[in-house]
């Protein structure tokens, strides 16, 4: 927005924050509610973009590695872990004063084939499996053991129709791979917290089949600490009402409730791709990039409103909602760049990609300014 010339309605937001610095930390704004959080890869600590750490502890208090931690990159063969990246992002939050979330111990995507064989490429058998789940948890966890504020145990293990996921983790150990994977993990770090993260999880039917694994650990005693709504929305969808209604419910049931991969996609999608079903994509064509070279001040307002109505609601439910985590730092970041369709130019944040405050967020820190 730097050299634009502001609409109307956003002259009196950025007025209002403007007197203490162009634009105040997103943590300071929130402290008092939630944590505020980003995720964080190779490239922002690697140096090639000198503004991105300063950026990063200047907004964020708590970071989720995007894919550093995630078996095919922490542990690609057998018996070999690279704990190099994870380790430079551990040190760079935990030198920053920031809260660390590990992300993620048991997933069926970025897991190599091989997890599931033994040595001559048989299928594991239920016992095999568990084993080898039992030592990648325990190795990992206990790399990081006190030092990480949770874990998301398990990632994405529920259908849309609210149905169990069919994956190997499913057909080769049985229902109960949930709840050794979370056993495993409180054995590894008995004072971690520990997460049930997955996506569109704020609909209903998906709604119901997480609060059944909630409801499960619970009845038979088994840590679990909260519930992760990944949060890769659009402009048109979902309704936040669903947003809503999930917070009550994950919260009445004594979860924690955390907005984990957050981010509003501005693009044309079709809706059969909306949510974040990696192994859906769709062909690049010029009509689905409309905004290549800047997005229309008229869908950043768009984009502002709906963030505005979002951050409305996580506000009203503060005390159930620990953590609100931005998929990325800047639009440059965002891996809506490039999934479902790739090479568009999308805009799904709160800062453009020369680190300049969009009016998305000048639209929530009006919202926190509003309960001052
Ligand atoms: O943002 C991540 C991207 O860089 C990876 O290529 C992708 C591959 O699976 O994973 C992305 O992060 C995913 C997250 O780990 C789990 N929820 C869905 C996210 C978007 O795919």
Redesign the pocket.
């Known amino acids: 927005m730097k050299n634009k010339i502001l609409p109307a309605v956003l002259i009196s937001v950025t007025l209002l924050t403007s007197c203490d610095s162009d634009a105040p930390g997103l943590k300071d704004v929130f402290a008092g509610h939630f944590l505020i959080g980003t995720?964080i890869?190779r490239r922002e600590l690697s140096g090639a973009d000198p503004g991105a750490l300063p950026f990063i502890t200047e907004h964020f208090n708590a970071v989720t590695a995007?894919?550093a931690m995630?078996w095919e990159r922490i542990h690609p063969e057998p018996g070999t872990y690279y704990f190099d990246l994870a380790d430079s992002i551990m040190d760079f939050a935990q030198n920053s004063g920031m809260a660390v979330i590990g992300?993620?111990l048991v997933w069926h995507?970025?897991t190599p084939d091989w997890v599931f064989r033994d040595s001559l490429g048989n299928q594991l058998t239920r016992e095999a499996l568990l084993e080898r789940m039992k030592d990648h948890i325990q190795m990992v966890v206990g790399h990081y053991r006190g030092k990480v504020l949770g874990w998301d145990v398990v990632?994405?293990a529920v259908d849309e129709d609210g149905s169990l996921r069919q994956t190997p983790w499913l057909s080769i150990i049985g229902d109960d791979y949930i709840e050794m994977a979370f056993r495993y993990a409180h054995e590894a770090d008995p004072e971690a917290e520990l997460y049930y993260n997955d996506?569109n999880n704020e609909e209903p039917l998906k709604r119901a089949g997480v609060t059944a694994i909630v409801t499960n650990l619970k009845e038979k005693g088994i840590r679990i600490d909260g519930v992760g709504i990944?949060g890769?929305w659009h402009l048109d969808s979902p309704d936040f009402t669903v947003v809503d209604e999930s917070i009550n419910e994950y919260a009445n049931l004594g979860m924690k409730v955390m907005i984990t991969?957050m981010e509003i996609n501005v693009l044309p999608t079709p809706a059969w791709l909306y949510g974040?079903e990696?192994s859906k994509t769709a062909e690049y064509r010029d009509s689905l990039n409309p905004y290549a070279k800047e997005l229309p001040d008229s869908v950043g307002l768009q984009l502002a409103d709906r963030y505005a109505e979002l951050f409305r609601l996580l506000l009203r439910h503060s005390d159930q909602v620990s953590r609100v985590t931005f998929?990325g730092i800047n639009d440059g970041y965002s891996?809506k760049n490039d999934?479902p369709i790739p090479g568009r130019t999308n805009y799904p944040l709160l800062f453009d990609r020369d680190y300049n405050p969009k009016p998305a967020y000048y639209a929530i820190i009006k919202e926190a300014a509003k309960l001052k």
């Open positions: 995720s890869d995007e894919n995630k992300h993620v995507s970025q990632n994405e996506y990944q890769h991969e974040a990696i998929w891996w999934w």
